[in-house]
């Protein structure tokens, strides 16, 4: 088995981490969060003291970070970790970030002589702890065929987007969509109970019927409609509403880039971004159905 470097162990990295612990790799973990390293220690891993001590003779090293300065933080400038990686690893970058940011870490790894493919994620904590996960790559081909034995025990679903920070691209579409579907179910929810309609009645409805959609089958908004989601736990846990506005924000950063149009994507941006303001920045995403809720 290979030995891993894995960095960064939130919601979804710490349960990624575990899986590959499950799997039998030999991991070496670093997270700026005491409890997250203990947490794989208590499985098996072993914890670094830094970084850099976690490279030390990696096969592989994943990093699974919160946004584009925490990765060119990582592994750019003088004390970057592209100085410390063996040339022979794999570094397989799971972050959701700037595509620009993802090609610029990738030159600088590829003029080190070191292999990397940025590799962001589709399926939330449920699928990071059920190794469900969906991986979208950016990179040489023969470079994604190396990583694959990992993805396979994180995920279920890989796809390669193209070349270095296609990836990313692919993700920030797909995330700008799931915005968009959330705020219009949630919304269409609210008109329907507001004239009193039963929420999961209407739900029932909506995924039979040309509205169907990822958030009426399976993570409904509404509380009481569906178990194990979060909204039948006060919208803790999940996809951070905060997380959903930075994705929605780099749509926007990538439409300006490409002089595309995304209204309804800049829309939905706004819509968060007011949740947000409301102190709602750590619930789940599909707690922006309160925004749309009639006041008792």
């Known amino acids: 088995m290979s030995r891993i470097a894995f960095i960064g162990l939130g919601h979804m990295g710490g349960p990624m981490a575990l899986n590959l612990v499950k799997a039998g790799h030999e991991l070496v973990v670093f997270d700026l969060v ?3 390293i203990k947490t794989l220690v208590d ?37 970057g970790l592209l100085k410390h990686i063996p040339s022979s690893s794999l ?12 090609r610029k870490v990738a030159q600088a790894a590829k003029q080190r002589g070191i292999r990397m493919i940025d590799a962001p994620v589709s399926g939330g904590t449920g699928g990071a702890v059920a190794a469900t996960l969906t ?6 081909a023969v470079d994604l065929d190396a990583a694959r034995p990992y993805l396979e025990e994180m995920g279920k679903n ?21 915005g968009v579907l959330m705020a219009g179910t949630s919304e269409a929810l609210a008109l329907g109970v507001a004239n009193g309609l039963d929420p999961k009645v209407l739900s029932d409805i909506i ?17 009481g409609v569906m178990d ?29 880039n490409a002089r595309a149009s995304v209204p309804l994507g800049e829309l939905a941006r ?26 008792a």
């Open 158 to 178: 890989i796809f390669h987007a193209g070349e270095a920070g296609a990836g990313q691209v692919a993700k920030i579409c797909n995330n700008m969509l799931l």
């Open 207 to 223: 995924a039979k019927s040309s509205g169907r959609n990822w958030a009426t089958e399976l993570y409904n908004p509404w509380p």
């Open 135 to 140: 991986f979208i790559v950016g990179g040489e």
């Open 91 to 102: 570094v397989l970058e799971c972050s959701t970030i700037a595509p620009e940011s993802a």
């Open 34 to 36: 005491p409890a997250a």
């Open 270 to 295: 706004n819509l968060y971004s007011m949740h947000s303001a409301q102190g709602n920045g750590a619930l789940d995403f599909s707690s922006i159905v309160n925004l749309f809720k009639r006041s």
């Open 43 to 79: 499985a098996g891993a072993r914890a670094a003291v830094s970084a850099e001590q976690s490279v030390d003779n990696a096969d592989v090293v994943i990093s699974m970070l919160p946004a584009s300065k925490h990765v060119e933080g990582l592994y750019l400038g003088e004390s």
């Open 228 to 256: 194990n989601t979060p909204a039948a736990k006060g919208y803790a846990g999940g996809f951070g509403v905060d997380l959903m506005l930075k994705d929605l924000g780099l749509a926007a950063e990538s439409a300006l």
